[in-house]
Antibody
Framework: EVQLVESGGGLVQPGGSLRLSCAASGFTFSNYEMNWVRQAPGKGLEWVSY????????YYADSVKGRFTISRDNAKNSLYLQMNSLRAEDTAVYYCARYLVVGATFDYWGQGTLVTVSS | QSALTQPASVSGSPGQSITISCTGT?????????VSWYQQHPGKAPKLMIYGVTNRPSGVSNRFSGSKSGNTASLTISGLQAEDEADYYCSSYTSITTWVFGGGTKLTVL
């Protein structure tokens, strides 16, 4: 069974940093591209970042470019999101999502971790 | 990249069919057969219901179907059931190698 478990969320002050993790199991993690998608409270979904299976290709949404860094450790079956210079508008539940090349879609999602940026 | 346009809400009675639209541009919905639909119940993670415009993942009911015409994709749910009440989001791959979501549609089963 595919499982994605996010962790690392919490309350952080504006300008602060936070590192999210996503532990994957139930599939060969190193074979799959991965993404982060977020959802602000009461709002819709917003794609944040993509990383290829080997980590060599990375994309970011304009809203986080230059502030967030996606990475992965295939030996640890883990995906990460380093978030710096956090703003109030970054407050959201952050989901890691497995990418399915056929269909360019997100086929499995974790349960999410809440990041709150507030003073 | 602007969000795709979905109606804020739709409703239907049990057994009826409803359709949710998702309008984008030639740079996303109209340019690729990479439209997906997700179902999200309150407090839960999104669940993939349709990918590649018309394809259903294993385990998804055949009451869910997708289509596309030009820059507008659609999700149709037939034989509405109470458990279908949820938020639905469309998404599309885009020409600038990003992914864009719709604003979401709240489905109410009357």
């Amino acid at each position: 069974e595919v499982q994605l478990v996010e962790s690392g969320g919490g309350l952080v002050q504006p300008g602060g940093s936070l590192r999210l993790s996503c532990a994957a199991s139930g599939f060969t993690f190193s074979n799959y591209e991965m993404n982060w998608v977020r959802q602000a409270p009461g709002k819709g979904l917003e794609w944040v970042s993509y990383i290829s299976s080997g980590g060599s290709t990375i994309y970011y949404a304009d809203s986080v470019k230059g502030r967030f860094t996606i990475s992965r450790d295939n030996a640890k079956n883990s995906l990460y999101l380093q978030m710096n210079s956090l703003r109030a508008e970054d407050t959201a539940v952050y989901y890691c999502a497995r990418y399915l090349v056929v269909g360019a879609t997100f086929d499995y999602w974790g349960q999410g971790t809440l990041v709150t940026v507030s003073s | 990249q602007s969000a795709l346009t979905q109606p804020a809400s739709v409703s239907g009675s049990p057994g009826q069919s409803i359709t949710i639209s998702c309008t984008g541009t030639s740079s996303d919905v109209g340019g690729y057969n990479y439209v997906s639909w997700y179902q999200q119940h309150p407090g839960k993670a999104p669940k993939l219901m349709i990918y590649g415009v018309t394809n259903r993942p294993s385990g998804v009911s055949n009451r869910f179907s997708g289509s596309k015409s030009g820059n507008t994709a659609s999700l149709t749910i037939s034989g509405l059931q109470a458990e279908d009440e949820a938020d639905y989001y469309c998404s599309s791959y885009t020409s600038i190698t990003t992914w864009v979501f719709g604003g979401g549609t709240k489905l109410t089963v009357l």
